[in-house]
Nanobody
Framework: QVQLVESGGGLVQAGDSLRLSCAAS????????MGWFRQAPGKEREFVAA???????AYADSVLGRFTASRSNAKNTVYLQMNSLKPEDTAVYYC???????????????????WGQGTQVTVSS
């Protein structure tokens, strides 16, 4: 059974950077899409970024140009580098396992079936 563990969250000021990591165990994820989502208080969980099994990457418009998603198949880990953070980026960030050998980069929450526990990111103004 695959397990995901996120790390790297914290409290930062606007304009700062953070790097989130998501380490997987129990399954080799090189042939799966991996996604990042976030959920702010009182809001629905929303797509942030994803990396397909072929290395294709997609971003939400709100983070485009500021966030960079990547993966290390050797380490079975995905990353989310977040630069120029804004207060509106404050949320719990989740990584998730998406479909296997999927032709495009999945953006929909329902396309992901295994989720990590989340890591809190708080950006103060």
């Amino acid at each position: 059974q695959v397990q995901l563990v996120e790390s790297g969250g914290g409290l930062v000021q606007a304009g700062d950077s953070l790097r989130l990591s998501c380490a997987a165990s129990g399954r080799t994820l090189s042939s799966y899409a991996m996604g990042w989502f976030r959920q702010a208080p009182g809001k629905e969980r929303e797509f942030v970024a994803a990396v397909s099994w072929t290395g294709g990457i997609a971003y939400a418009d709100s983070v485009l140009g500021r966030f960079t998603a990547s993966r290390s198949n050797a380490k079975n880990t995905v990353y989310l580098q977040m630069n120029s953070l804004k207060p509106e980026d404050t949320a719990v960030y989740y990584c998730a396992v998406g479909p296997q050998v999927y032709i495009s980069v999945p953006r929909l929450r329902r396309q992901y079936d295994v989720w990590g526990q989340g890591t809190q990111v708080t950006v103060s103004s």
